[in-house]
């Protein structure tokens, strides 16, 4: 076989790639880690304004992502971190380190099912450490429990509003893939507290 003829296959196979790549993402789409109401309590006080990269560090699962922040979506939604290998955190809500529930959003996979970040989150137990390291600091959480819900059924209360310690939640995605509604059937919830 000649080169052209090798170089018209490649291409064919590439050009086949990218469409069934875009077939699959119109059929099963991306993911939203928080497909649910996000409050806006607005206790996020100055952590963001800290100058320098924050980042999320889950050394079971080798994760040591940058974090980005986000608001809402216009359905009230928390919004999606910007790639499937960053994690955001909730703007509206209570920062790391402070009063509260700060919470963590991240993708389990992408259009093409490939890894998020937070794919194995799910492999967490009780007692395991979870870090935000900013500049000037590092907090260090422990995994307190991990909790699934139905996607359209999640404890607001529970995941953004607790005041009684300082408490960090990581969200993601679990279950079975709705084509229909593009995302999975329910949330995964790794609930965490700041160690003194």
């Known amino acids: ?66 974090i980005e922040e986000v608001g809402r979506t216009e359905s009230g939604n928390m919004a999606n971190p910007s790639s499937f290998h960053t994690v955001a955190w909730y703007r509206h809500g209570t920062a790391p380190g402070g009063i509260g529930s700060a919470v963590i959003a991240g993708h389990v996979d992408n259009a093409l099912s490939l890894a998020g970040v937070f794919k194995e989150l799910h492999t967490l137990a009780s007692g395991d450490e979870v870090h935000v390291v900013t500049a000037s600091t590092t907090l260090r959480y422990k995994v307190l429990r991990l909790e699934e819900y139905p996607y359209d059924n999640a404890p607001l209360a529970e995941i953004f509003g607790r005041t009684d310690g300082r408490y960090l939640n990581l969200v993601t995605c679990a279950g079975t893939w709705l084509p229909g509604i593009r995302t999975y059937d329910k949330r995964l919830i790794v609930y965490t507290e700041l160690l003194e």
């Open 1 to 66: 076989m000649n080169r052209n003829k090798i170089s018209i296959l490649i291409g064919i196979a590439a050009a086949l790639v990218v469409l069934l790549g875009a077939v699959w993402y119109v059929l099963y789409g991306a993911s939203s880690p928080v497909a649910v109401s996000a409050p806006l309590i607005d206790r996020s006080g100055v952590w963001f304004d800290d100058p320098g990269t924050k980042y999320l560090v889950v050394p079971k699962i080798g994760i040591d992502t940058k």
